[in-house]
């Protein structure tokens, strides 16, 4: 698998889910922390979580672990996942299974700060390949 990462703003990246073998790649490109927004054992062979965060470490870069599910998604979990953002060296590559989680995650947090227009927020992920636009009342209710 490739790795496949997808800038939203500047300092901020998502990715589908990333082999330990990536994380070499993801130090070169310049990310200084990993945000992994996946359950452990979501998926037969995904990497656990503490296997990550040992290669991480071993190469100088921070790794949050933050899992959230389709029934945890929201403004809670939206606010920690700003809230790592903002507290941990950038720039930050956010990866889940699909990426979709991330920007969701993202999206929320951004319409919540005010910092763009929903419909901005919406062109944003549609320009990084993801088509969040069924969450838009989510989204609306952060404001």
Not at 55 to 73: E, K, M, N, W
Not at 95 to 108: D, E, P, V, Y
Request: one cysteine or more; proline letters at 6%; aromatic letters at 4%.
């Amino acid at each position: 698998m490739a790795l496949d990462i997808r800038p939203l703003v500047n300092g901020v990246a998502v990715a589908p889910q990333m082999a330990l073998d990536d994380f070499a790649a993801i130090q070169a490109a310049g990310y200084r922390t990993i945000i992994n927004n996946r359950p452990d054992g979501e998926d037969p062979g995904q990497p656990t979580a503490a296997d990550a965060a040992a290669r991480a470490q071993a190469l100088g870069l921070a790794y949050i672990h933050q899992p959230v599910t389709s029934a945890t998604l929201g403004a809670e979990v939206a606010a920690a996942f700003a809230g790592a953002v903002a507290a941990s060296p950038g720039p930050v590559l956010a990866h889940c299974r699909s990426g979709t989680r991330c920007t969701i995650l993202w999206a929320l947090a951004e319409a919540k700060a005010g910092t763009h227009s929903i419909d901005e927020i919406l062109r944003i992920s549609r320009s990084a390949g993801y088509d969040i636009t069924a969450h838009r009342p989510l989204l609306d209710r952060q404001r």
